[in-house]
């Protein structure tokens, strides 16, 4: 079983255990005034970083591998794998942690979809 590992750290994203225990990750964009989507746009980035980081945190938990162990393997500073199980994120980029996935042994897969923005919406906010 996962530990949950997100709380409501100042500055840290909180998320629900079921969301950190989803195999598929998702990450929709959404759209808004200029303001609005600034905020939506570090808000999404820190969910998929909380969810990269959970995944990670997962994978610790399965293999019952310490961050030291993660380290040796990896070649990823065991203090980098502290600050994922503590979710603190700010300090990581979402392909930091895709490298972090990938020196697990995991195949990260990036999906991007582009949209026209609606028009009428830009002069909003």
Known sequence: MMKPVF??????P????EA?????IE??????G????ARDRDSNLALGKARLGARIVRILDEAGMSVRQA????GVSHIDFSRIRQAK???FTIDRLMDILEALGQDVEVSVTVHPRDI???GEG
């Open 120 to 122: 009428s919406a830009a």
């Open 7 to 12: 709380g409501d750290t100042p500055g840290e």
């Open 27 to 32: 990450i929709e964009f959404s759209r808004g």
């Open 71 to 74: 380290e040796v393997r990896t």
């Open 34 to 37: 200029n303001e609005a989507r």
């Open 14 to 17: 909180a998320a629900e255990v």
């Open 20 to 24: 950190m225990a989803a195999d598929s």
């Open 89 to 91: 994120l700010r300090r």
